[in-house]
């Protein structure tokens, strides 16, 4: 997790309404910072408010989504109600697109970019406690009053007003410690969502029947979707039917492309496995390398179950497009090495 207050490595800084003002050149609207000594120094805008909120949740998001996961697995979630959300919420949305990742991928972007699977990871990010207007130096965020500056104060003008210290003063670490509160309870939040509006409720006929195939065979199919129960799960989609030039004929249903159950999008094709249907109806890890080659971008972070099976089934449909899982598939030793140079 990044600090919020990464931008104290600027000091001495200033928030004053919706800015963040730094030492700098003189632009219009910018400021001054006075020092007791009578030095005069320029401030200029860094940046607003919202851009500061911004940069600190993108260079966190990832960070989050961690969290939310842990939070998930410590409320033994995991593999068991995220099923429920699974079945009732995402499957059904991601079924309910008119179009297959054969199509042209803009057309995919744009029809991803309709979708939402509910609360995002960003809309739970708690906004960092920026008091303003401060001065922040020295680790702590000193809060301004209106004043007028006599000999041996600092002061900091900005237009026509005059800010003096007001003697108090937050130390950033408790700042960020609060922060940091909120940002645990914010996810774990998150995470109870996925226990459903009421545990004792009768499950839907379609989660239902979906706890049978799971009790079952340890997996949930639905059309070519996927959902192998584990911790973490497993979300795939199955390789369309072929002759595979490892495995020989693959069968409508009997080869997927998983990836693990993630909050962002899954789309790191280094996580991707291959797994086989055995003879008893159960999901097998079988052990191969892939090599898919680059994708076009068009999957989002908002919504990372549409993201992820978008992206597995433009993985599925590539590997039975090249008959291989990997490049070198059916390459002799001797063409391999020629080919590597």
């Known amino acids: 997790m990044t600090s919020p207050y990464d931008f104290l490595r600027l000091q001495p800084v200033v928030t004053v309404g919706d800015r963040l003002l730094m030492r700098g050149s003189v632009t219009p609207g910018s400021g001054q910072l006075v020092m007791p000594s009578g030095k005069v120094f320029a401030l200029s805008e ?38 429920r959300v699974v079945v009732e919420e995402w499957i059904p949305a991601f079924q309910s697109r008119d179009f297959g990742e054969c199509a042209v991928v803009s057309d995919a972007a744009e029809a991803a970019n309709q979708l939402s699977f509910g609360p995002s990871i960003d809309s739970m990010f708690p906004a960092v406690p920026v008091p303003s207007p401060a001065l922040w ?17 600092t002061a900091v003008n900005v237009g026509r007003r005059t800010f003096v210290l007001s003697g108090e ?22 995470a109870e969502r996925y226990t459903g509006p009421n545990q004792n409720a009768r499950p839907s006929t379609r989660l239902a029947n979906a706890r049978e195939q799971i009790a079952r065979t340890g997996a949930f199919e639905k059309g070519d979707l996927l959902f192998l129960s584990g911790n973490p799960p497993r979300l795939g989609c199955m390789i369309p039917p072929h002759e595979n030039i490892v495995i020989g004929h693959v069968g409508e249903g009997q080869v997927a492309i ?10 790191a094709t ?7 249907k055995t003879s008893a109806g159960r999901w097998e890890h079988f052990s ?16 990372p179950a549409l993201a992820t099976w978008a992206h597995l089934r433009w993985a599925a449909e590539r590997i ?3 008959r291989r899982f990997h490049v070198n598939d059916g390459v002799s030793r001797d063409e391999e090495n020629y080919s590597n140079g």
């Open 258 to 267: 998983t990836t693990a159950l993630r909050l962002s999008a899954s789309t």
């Open 46 to 83: 860094f940046c607003s408010m919202q851009e500061l909120q911004m940069r600190i949740l993108n260079s966190n998001r990832k960070a989050l989504c961690r969290m939310v996961e842990s939070a998930i697995a410590s409320l033994s979630l995991v593999g068991g109600e995220v099923l």
């Open 288 to 303: 191969h390398i892939l090599c898919l080659g680059t994708a076009g971008h068009f999957y989002i972070d908002q919504d």
């Open 169 to 190: 003063y937050w130390p950033v670490s408790t700042l960020e410690k609060k922060w940091q509160q909120g940002l645990q309870a914010a996810a774990t939040a998150f």
């Open 320 to 322: 039975a497009t090249n």
């Open 270 to 276: 280094s996580e991707y496995q291959v797994y086989r």
């Open 137 to 153: 130096v020295h680790g702590r965020a000193w809060p301004l009053v209106r004043g007028n500056w006599t000999t041996s104060m």
